[in-house]
C-alpha cells in the first residue's frame, strides 16, 4: 500500500501525490514568538518532523519551511508592556529557547527558517498583485482583501460564507471600513511609534495570513504538496491562505494536502497563559529523557485531540525502555533489514494509511517484546533499530540535533 494521507480540503483520505515526482514541498506554520511556548506546540513540530523524516525514508527529497511571525499585534503588545523593548530582542530570545527544545528532541532544521520581517517586500507584492487583479481594496492605507471575490472560500473548513461570519474571527478588524464581514487586512496602518515599513498605500505593517503566504511562495513556488499547523489555524488563517495564494499567483491548487493536527490540552483544559496551566517541554525534559517525551507525542495520532495527564509519561517508562533496549540489540549491525525485512513492510504499511504513527510504535514495542523474550527473528533488531530511527529517536542512530547533527537534509 501506497501512503495515504487526509486532507483537511475535501476531507478524504487518499494517495499521496506531488507536483514533482520525487519531491515533497512542506510549509508548516512556526510560532509567534512573543513568549514561552508549551508542550502543544511541541506535539505539532515532533509530528511534522517524524512525518518529513518516513516521506524521506520511502524516497522523497524533502524540502520543508517553517516560518517565524516575528510582527504581529502580540508582539507589539509584549514590547509595550515590557516598557518599548526592541521586538527583535524579544523574538530571538524567545526563539533560542524554542529552537533548543526541539534541538533536544531531535526534530530536524528546516531547510529554511523565515521570519516575516525579511519578507516585506514580497508581502508588499503580493498585496500589489491582489489590488491589481480585483481581489483587494484599499481604505485610507488599510488595504483589505475581499473574501467574496474568492468563489472558493469556506471550502477548507466545509461551511458557507454565512456560517463563517458567525465564527469568531481573530482578523476580523476595522470593520467599520470592511466591505464584507469576512474580508481581512493584507496591509494595515499603524499607530504612532509601533513598527512600521514603506508602501504604496503608506507606512504600516502586514496583515497575519499574507505573511505566510509571501513566505512559501518564496521559498517553495506557488504550489506546495503538504500544508501544516494546528487545527485552530483553518479558520481564517489557513482560509485566507488559500484565497491570497492562488488569486495572487494564478496557480492551483496552492497545497494538495492540507494536515491540521489536534489539540493537546491539559486534563482536558486547552492550555493557555491565562489560566497559568501550561505544561513546558523543557520542564519534562529535566524529569524525562527527550525521546521518552518523544514517544509520548507520537503514541497519539496527529490528527486527534488529546489530554495530558500527570503521570502519563510514567506510564510510557516500561514501553520506553523496552523499545530503547530491544534497538541495541541492531546497534552496530550491518543493515541487514533493508525494505523487505517482514517488520519493516508492516511498520510501512501502517504509517502508510494516514501517518498512523501510534499503531506504528505497536507494531515496533511486539517486535521490542519478542527480542527481549529471544523470539526475534533473523534481522528483527536491526529492522527495529531502523524503524525507530524513522520516527526519529536519538537513541536508535536517528539523525538530528540531539545526536549532534545540525544540517537541514537526512
Known amino acids: 500500500m501506497s501512503l495515504r494521507l487526509y486532507s483537511t480540503l475535501g ?3 487518499r494517495e ?12 508548516v506554520c512556526g510560532v509567534t514568538p512573543y513568549d514561552v511556548t508549551h508542550l502543544g506546540h511541541a506535539f505539532s513540530y515532533v509530528q511534522f518532523d517524524t512525518l518529513r523524516r518516513y ?56 531547510n529554511a527558517y523565515p521570519f516575516a520581517t525579511e519578507h516585506i517586500p514580497e508581502i508588499i507584492e503580493h498585496t500589489a498583485k491582489l489590488i491589481e487583479c480585483g481581489h483587494a481594496y484599499v481604505v485610507d492605507g488599510d488595504v483589505f482583501f475581499e473574501a467574496r471575490t474568492f468563489e472558493r472560500y469556506g471550502q477548507l473548513n466545509g461551511v458557507t460564507l454565512e456560517e463563517l461570519e458567525q465564527r469568531e474571527n481573530p482578523e476580523s478588524k476595522r470593520a467599520e471600513k470592511k466591505r464584507g ?71 492551483a491548487p496552492f497545497s494538495g494536502f492540507w494536515m ?33 517525551l518523544r514517544l509520548y507525542l507520537l503514541s497519539h495520532h496527529y490528527r486527534a485531540d488529546a489530554d495530558y495527564y500527570h503521570g502519563d509519561l510514567e506510564q510510557l517508562g516500561e514501553r520506553y525502555g523496552r523499545l530503547k533496549l530491544a534497538s541495541s540489540q541492531g546497534e552496530g549491525a550491518a543493515a541487514a533489514a533493508g525494505g523487505g525485512h517482514a517488520l519493516v513492510v508492516e511498520f510501512r504499511e501502517t504509517i502508510d494509511d494516514d501517518f498512523d504513527a501510534p499503531g506504528a510504535i505497536d507494531v515496533l514495542d511486539g517486535a521490542a517484546s519478542r527480542l ?25 542512530g536517528a539523525k538530528g540535533p540531539a545526536s549532534g547533527y545540525l544540517g537541514s537534509t537526512l
Open 372 to 396: 527481549l523474550a529471544g523470539a526475534g527473528s533473523d534481522g528483527e533488531g536491526e529492522a527495529l533499530r531502523e524503524c525507530l530511527a524513522v520516527l526519529g529517536f536519538a537513541f536508535a
Open 16 to 27: 499521496f501525490t506531488t507536483v514533482a515526482p520525487g519531491e515533497a514541498r512542506m510549509y
Open 181 to 251: 464581514k469576512l474580508d481581512f487586512l493584507l496591509w494595515q496602518i499603524v499607530d504612532a511609534g509601533d513598527p512600521s515599513w514603506p508602501s504604496p498605500w503608506g507606512p504600516g505593517r502586514p496583515g497575519w495570513s499574507i505573511e505566510c503566504t509571501a513566505m512559501s511562495v518564496a521559498h517553495l513556488g506557488p504550489r506546495i504538496d503538504i500544508h501544516g499547523g494546528g487545527s485552530d489555524l483553518r479558520f481564517p488563517h489557513h482560509e485566507n491562505e488559500i484565497a491570497q495564494a492562488e488569486c495572487s499567483t494564478g496557480d
Open 11 to 13: 476531507r478524504e483520505t
Open 260 to 292: 491540521h493536527n489536534g489539540m493537546l490540552k491539559l486534563e482536558g483544559v486547552k492550555m493557555s497563559k491565562s489560566l497559568g496551566n501550561l505544561v513546558l517541554a523543557r520542564n519534562l525534559m529535566q524529569e524525562f529523557e527527550p525521546d521518552q
Open 55 to 110: 516521506l524521506s525514508s520511502i524516497g522523497y527529497r524533502v524540502r520543508y519551511v517553517q516560518n517565524v511571525t516575528d510582527i504581529d499585534d502580540d508582539m507589539i503588545m509584549v514590547s509595550r508592556r515590557q516598557g518599548g523593548r526592541p521586538i527583535p530582542e524579544i523574538r530571538d530570545e524567545n526563539d533560542r529557547i524554542f529552537r533548543n527544545d526541539l534541538d533536544r528532541l531531535n526534530v530536524l532544521r528546516p
